[in-house]
């Protein structure tokens, strides 16, 4: 069965940095984009960033573009967000999840998904 589990998630002040990371396991990881998605308290699940199974194309949410950089290292079925100049607003649980289709954005396009992990940035 596929499993994605996040990590690198914690408390920074508003503007540091930390890097996430999702490990992959039970699908053939190169064949698939690959996203990051963040839920706020009391807010709807939203779209981050996602990444082309070779890693050559990405795209961001325009809210983090210029702040946030998605990776991919096939060879470990890793993907990484690294976060810098964090704010506030960028508080949430996040989940890594794998597309069904290239080029998506929307929740209902990830088949599977990870259980997430906390990132609190305090001002």
């Known amino acids: 069965q596929v499993q994605l589990v996040e990590s690198g998630g914690g408390s920074v002040q508003a503007g540091g940095s930390l890097r996430l990371s999702c490990s992959a396991s039970?699908?053939?990881?190169?064949?698939?984009?690959m996203g990051w998605f963040r839920q706020a308290p009391g807010k709807e699940r939203e779209f981050v960033a996602a990444?082309?199974?070779?890693?050559?194309?990405?795209d961001y949410a325009d809210s983090v573009k210029g702040r946030f950089a998605i990776s991919r290292d096939n060879a470990k079925n890793t993907i990484y967000l690294q976060m810098s100049s964090l704010k506030a607003e960028d508080t949430g649980v996040y989940y890594c999840?794998?597309?069904?289709?290239?080029?998506?954005?929307?929740?209902?396009?990830?088949?599977?998904w990870g259980q997430g992990t906390q990132v609190t940035v305090s001002s």
């Open positions: 999840a794998q597309a069904n289709r290239p080029r998506v954005r929307a929740n209902g396009e990830y088949a599977y």
């Open positions: 039970g699908l053939t990881f190169p064949l698939y984009d």
């Open positions: 990444i082309s199974w070779s890693g050559a194309t990405s």
